[in-house]
């Protein structure tokens, strides 16, 4: 969390993340889908909304690659 946003939850970058753990738009369809409710940047700056959301996606990854973390590997190899 410290590395993605300095723990400031109403961060937004210029690559469309949001919040403590930056979540990206490109995910809010799928999040919306599994929450049954149209997802937005503004509230993914919720912490508690945040967390769940980023959640969510590791189970996604983890039950699809069966690594919860393969996102961020492909780019950030001195982390799991």
Same mark, same amino acid.
């Given at each position: 969390m410290f590395r993605e946003s300095r723990c400031t939850p109403n961060i937004r970058s210029t690559t469309s993340d949001t919040g403590l753990?930056?979540?990206? @738009?490109?995910n809010h369809t799928y999040l919306g889908d599994q929450w049954g409710t149209h997802v937005s940047w503004g509230m993914l700056t919720n912490p508690t909304l945040n967390v769940l959301a980023a959640a969510q996606?590791? @189970?996604?990854?983890?039950?699809?690659t069966g690594n919860g973390y393969q996102p961020w590997k492909l780019t950030d190899r001195t982390n799991p």
């Open positions: 753990l930056q979540i990206n @738009d490109i996606l590791f @189970d996604y990854w983890h039950n699809a």
